[in-house]
């Protein structure tokens, strides 16, 4: 296999991967604190942030912050089509992660995402 070849292969396969529940436990003062769900690859922890948002710790950084976060919103009824998950704030070993609606209010659900890059 070229130098060019395995570089392209290995930027394919995900480096990060995991599901998170943003409202699934209760920290201080009942504020919900976000937990993960299922298998994990790569995720040291989960920092809570605010509703409808949360920071993802990676056990082993990236090469760098220059990488790509797939991730998806769970629709857990009808009207969760709505919804929308993007990242913010990538460094090599922590994004950002924000969940809104298409009226820019955030809520705590299930998002599940994978991380692409070197």
């Not at 392209?8 to 943003?22: I, Q, T």
């Not at 298998?39 to 920071?55: P, R, V, W």
Request: aromatic share 10%; with cysteine; net charge negative.
């Amino acid at each position: 296999m070229t130098r060019a070849r395995e570089t392209s292969e290995n930027l394919r396969l995900a480096k990060v991967f995991g599901s998170v529940d943003l409202n699934a436990g209760v920290g201080v003062g009942g504020i919900p604190i976000p937990i993960g769900i299922g298998a994990e690859l790569n995720i040291s922890s989960y920092d809570d942030e605010q509703e409808g948002t949360c920071g993802v710790n990676f056990e082993t950084p990236m090469s760098d912050a220059n990488y790509t976060v797939v991730c998806s919103p769970r629709e857990i009824d009808a009207l969760t089509n709505t919804w929308t998950a993007v990242t913010r704030s990538h460094t090599s070993s922590y994004f950002y992660l924000v969940v809104s609606k298409y009226n820019n209010a955030t809520a705590d659900l299930q998002v599940s995402f994978l991380v692409f890059g070197d």
